[in-house]
């Protein structure tokens, strides 16, 4: 019996250096794709979560050492991991083969040798460039702030839900509003904000006649009310209290944060731009605003364009600096 199960072992036994080539194939496919590929599956992200390439190389050489280990364990294991290795270098497996697989490696090697020794100094460190344009697609030039400037149309329904006492708020404030409403049941729901315009706007309310510029004007009070809370939510860490770059993250960063309240920043770019960076981050990015590529998100992955106007709006204000005016205008 054991020596049956003794047969059926060596039957489906492979050589070491196969089984030690193997195993590091199998250890490089684990680390490359299967924990991006199960990091996606359990954050439900739109993409993987790869291990970078200096963790990998770590990974590899410690598998690298421990298949060495294991080989060189004893003689009889070294022999006959050697076995295969000399059998075709005696050109066992035949001619050709064997100089095939030869000039391959030496291929290899040259273009590895290659890649490490050619010069990279060709280009000439240049400064990085903050507004590339040559991807901005030209239609978003004109693009207005829809959160700053409301239509009639959304003004009118805004009047419609402050006579109902029922205001719509984006789902990231409507929870805490619900507690500030349920500390403060008496009164207007709008009185949460109790700034000029949404005074203004509840005293008109209460005399019946209510101005259509009134009710922009406290319309776009809360918008800003939102946008400042997802900026608190979404930029902060990065881009600072203070809008000035200064965030708690901010330290990590070669390529910092930028400082809204810099005049070279978001004063001098039209509001389509600005909306244009926040939508597509880092990765939007051209080749002229490297060489330090940029940690900004990708904001389209998170955040609806409604949300994203409302941030602009917020961070605009936050930073007290007025978008340049599109040419034409
Ligand atoms: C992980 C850090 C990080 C977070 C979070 C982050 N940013 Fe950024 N942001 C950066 C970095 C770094 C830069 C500078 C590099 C660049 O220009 O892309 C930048 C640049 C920008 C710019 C370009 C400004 C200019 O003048 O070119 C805008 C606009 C911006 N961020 C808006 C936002 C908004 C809005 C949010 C929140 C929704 C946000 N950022 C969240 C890191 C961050």
Not at 43 to 72: N, Q, R
Not at 140 to 159: G, R, S, T, Y
Not at 198 to 210: N, Y
Request: glycine content about 6%; aromatic content about 10%; some cysteine.
């Amino acid at each position: 019996m054991a020596k049956r199960a003794g047969n059926i072992v060596a039957k489906f036994r492979i050589n070491r250096f196969w089984s030690a080539l193997i195993t590091l194939v199998v250890i490089y496919a684990i680390v490359k794709w299967l924990i991006p590929a199960v990091s996606r599956w359990m954050t439900d992200l739109p993409f993987p979560l790869t291990v970078p390439g200096e963790l990998i190389k770590i990974y590899m050489i410690l598998a690298v050492v421990a298949m060495i280990l294991l080989v060189t364990f004893s003689q009889k294991h070294l022999d006959e991991f050697l076995r295969p290795v000399l059998k075709f270098l005696r050109a066992e497996y035949g001619q050709i083969p064997r100089a095939v697989v030869l000039l391959l490696i030496s291929l290899v090697i040259g273009y590895i040798t290659y890649g490490v020794a050619v010069p990279t100094s060709e280009t000439p460190i240049s400064l990085r460039i903050q507004h590339p344009s040559s991807n901005f697609p030209k239609k978003f030039e004109d693009l207005k702030n829809p959160a700053a400037d409301p239509p009639e149309a959304e003004v009118a329904a805004f009047i419609e839900q402050a006579k109902a006492n029922d205001i719509a708020l984006i789902a990231q404030v409507a929870t805490d509003v619900e507690h500030w409403l349920e500390e403060n049941p008496d009164g207007h729901m709008l009185s949460f904000l109790p700034t000029a315009p949404v005074k203004k706007f509840l005293a008109e309310l209460d005399s019946g006649e209510v101005s259509m510029a009134t009710a922009k004007a406290a319309l776009i009070e809360k918008n800003l009310f939102e946008g400042r809370a997802l900026y608190a939510m979404n930029c902060r860490a990065c881009h600072g209290d203070s809008v000035s770059g200064d965030g708690p993250m901010a330290d990590g960063f070669k390529l910092r944060p930028i400082n809204f309240t810099d005049n070279g920043t978001i004063e001098t770019i039209v509001e389509g731009y600005t909306f244009w960076r926040v939508m597509n981050g880092g990765p939007g990015l051209p080749v002229e605003a490297t060489p330090w590529d940029s940690a900004m998100p990708e904001w389209k992955l998170s955040l609806t364009e409604e949300e994203r106007w409302k941030i602009i709006m917020a961070e605009y204000d936050l930073a007290e600096k007025t978008p340049r005016i599109p040419e034409g205008h």
